[in-house]
C-alpha cells in the first residue's frame, strides 16, 4: 500500500473527493427546496444550515491539527463516513413532524454533514502539497505543478458540485426527499472503499504538533484566511438562500430549473477555476499567480454585485436577464478570485505542518460561509436580493483591503 505513486494517490484523493462533492451538492438542493417547499421562510432555511457551517468552522481548526498528528487519511475516512451517517440520518424526515422537532433534526444532520465536508475538503487539498514531486533545483516549476494540480482538484470539484445541485432538484422531483438521501449514502459509501488503500502517513507530521500552534500563523497565512473570509461571504450573501427562492418566488422557475441553473454556474465556476493556469499562460503569465493577482481580482469583483443591485433597483430591462448575466459575469470572476486563494495558502505553508495551516485558512473559509448565510436570509426578508447584493458588494471591498496586506510567498522569493 505504500508503494503507491504520488500521482495515484493523487487521483484517489481526488475521486473521493469528487464523489463526496457530488452528495453536498445534491444535499444542499433537496435541503433548501424540500423546506421552502412546506412552507419555511427564508429565514428559518437559513437557519438549517447554521450547524452546518458552524461545525465547519471548528471542524477546519481541529481537523488540520488531527491530520497533522495522526494522518490525512484518517480525517479523509472519518469526513466520507459521517457524510454516510448524515444522509441515513435524513431518510426517516417526514412532511407530518412537528415544525420545531424537523427544524432541530435536521440541524443536527448538517453538523454533522459540516464536519464531514470540511474534513473530506482539509484532507483533499492538504494532501495535493504532500504529493506533488518536490523539485529542490527547481523552485518555480515545483510551484508551478503545485498551481496546476490545485486547479484542477479545485475546478473540478466545484464543477461536480454543479452537478451535485441539479442532481438534488432532479431526486427531489423524481424520488423524493427520502429516498434521494438514502441512494446518496449508498453511493458515497462506494467511494470510501477505494481510499482504504491509501498510506497511513500522508501529512503526519514528524513531530507531534502542540495544540497551540493551531494559532501561530504567519502574516500572509492569516491575511489570506480573512481575505477568504470576506470573499466567501460575499457569495454566499446572495447566493445560498436569497437566489433560489429569488428565482422560484419572484421569477416563477421550476425548482429543477433552479437546481439545473444554479448547478450549470457552479459547473462554469469550476471549469474556469481548473482552467486558470492556461489562461494565465495565454495571457502571457506563466509564473505563478502572487500578491498582485489576489488584489487585481478582488477590485474587478468589487463591482459586479453593486452592477447587478443597480440593474434591479433601475429596473433595466428583464430582472431575470440581469440576473443571470450578472450572476455569469460574478462567477468567472470568483473563480479566477477563489483558485489562486487556493493556490496560495499552499505557497505559504510547508509540507510539514500543511494540514495544520489549511486547516486554519478553510476555518475563514467556513465562517465566511456562515456568515453569508445567515446574512442570504435574514436580508432576503428585509430588503430582498439587491440588499443581498449590495452586501456582497461589501464584503469583497473587504477581501481586497486584505488582500493588501499579504507579504510575498516564501517560495516566490527564492531564486528559480
Known sequence: MRNLTALQQYGIVTANYWAFTLTDGALRMLVVFHFHQLGYTTLEIAFLFLFYEFFGIVTNLYGGWLGARFGLRLTLWAGTLLQVGALLMLIPVADSWPRW????????????????????????KSAIKTVV????????????QLFQWVAILTGSKNALKGVGFFLGGVLLTSIGFNAAVGAMAAALFLAFLMTLVLPGDIGRMKEKPAFTELFSKSTGINMLSLARFFLFGARDVWFVVALPVFLQAALGWQYWEVGGFMGLWVIGYGIVQGLVPALRRSWGKSAPPGVSAVQFWSAVLTAIPGLIAISLWRQLGNPGIAVVV???????????????????????????????????????????????????????????????????????????????????????????
Open 133 to 144: 514531486p518536490e523539485t529542490p533545483d527547481d523552485h518555480s516549476r515545483g510551484e508551478t
Open 101 to 124: 422537532w424537523s427544524v432541530a433534526y435536521v440541524m443536527v444532520a448538517q453538523a454533522i454533514s459540516g464536519i464531514a465536508k470540511d474534513l473530506n475538503k482539509m484532507s483533499a
Open 326 to 416: 450578472g450572476l455569469a459575469a460574478f462567477g468567472v470572476v470568483f473563480a479566477m478570485n477563489s483558485s489562486i486563494h487556493s493556490y496560495m495558502i499552499l505557497a505559504y505553508t510547508e509540507a510539514e505542518d500543511v494540514s495544520l495551516n489549511v486547516g486554519f485558512y478553510y476555518m475563514a473559509n467556513a465562517a465566511g460561509r456562515l456568515v453569508g448565510t445567515l446574512l442570504s436570509g435574514a436580508l432576503f426578508l428585509v430588503g430582498g436580493l439587491q440588499a443581498c447584493l449590495w452586501a456582497s458588494c461589501l464584503l469583497v471591498a473587504l477581501a481586497f483591503l486584505s488582500g493588501t496586506r499579504l507579504p510575498a510567498p516564501p517560495r516566490q522569493l527564492q531564486p528559480a
